[in-house]
């Protein structure tokens, strides 16, 4: 018999709009391809062109990943009193916090520091599932080195 997953009951989770996640500390925005071809679309540029100016290759184990790049003070590339390219940002960004970093134990979300956790709505097992799946579909960009 699998294991019901602990958000079984579902998560509740409203953005506080804290900008914590696109501010402040370094870190990264991967992109899967559909997000780049996306964003590029939006900014009409061409897809190299969108990649030479507003992203990076990120060196992971046995590669590199695309990830956006961020400004001297660690604000998203794309942030400029709020999210420049919201209607097309990323699956990273709009999946938040529904990663699987996070969800697939109690623990990643109790661990979770983020002023939305744990109030206003109800995110179903379903929904959360689907957020798992669109990553498991659209996994980020990366190529061996
Ligand atoms: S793309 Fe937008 S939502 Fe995502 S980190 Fe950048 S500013 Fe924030």
Known sequence: M???PFYAR???F????????CRYEAGFVFLSRKDA????????LEYTAFVKTFCRWVPVPGGVQLS????????????ENGCKVYGSRPLQCRSFPFWESIVL??????????????RG?????????S???????????????
């Open 121 to 129: 709505t109800l995110h179903s097992p379903d929904v959360i599932e």
């Open 105 to 118: 134990s109690e623990t990643g979300w109790k661990d979770l520091d983020c002023p939305g956790k744990d």
């Open 131 to 145: 957020y798992l799946g669109q990553r498991r579909e659209e996994p980020v960009f990366r190529k061996e080195t």
């Open 37 to 44: 071809e996306v964003l590029a679309k939006e900014l009409k």
């Open 2 to 4: 699998k294991k019901a």
């Open 10 to 12: 579902g998560l509740r």
């Open 68 to 79: 956006l790049k961020e400004k001297a003070d660690f604000d998203c590339i794309f942030w």
């Open 14 to 21: 409203s953005c506080t709009r804290c900008s914590s996640c």
